[in-house]
């Protein structure tokens, strides 16, 4: 194999692994945005559902303590 042709092989290899990286990095923004996306949206559910769970127990609280004055 001449230099010339291996010169080229990797000049050819070198812009195909730059073109890899730029369309990567050129997606990056987008993926993070979708994954920022997803996080707030499943802690908006945790942070509903724990308030969720905090009325219940107060809800049982109350109940528990008119179920003792009741007895």
Request: proline fraction near 1%; charged fraction near 30%; avoid cysteine.
């Amino acid at each position: 194999m001449s230099a010339n042709r291996q010169n080229d092989e990797v000049v050819s290899l070198q812009k195909s692994i730059h073109k890899d990286v730029v369309d990567r990095l050129s997606a990056l923004p987008e993926d993070l945005s979708s994954a920022i996306n997803v996080l707030q949206a499943a802690h908006a559910e945790f942070a509903s559902s724990r308030e969720a769970s905090k009325r219940d127990l107060d809800e049982i609280r109350k109940l528990r303590a008119a179920n003792s004055d009741l007895q």
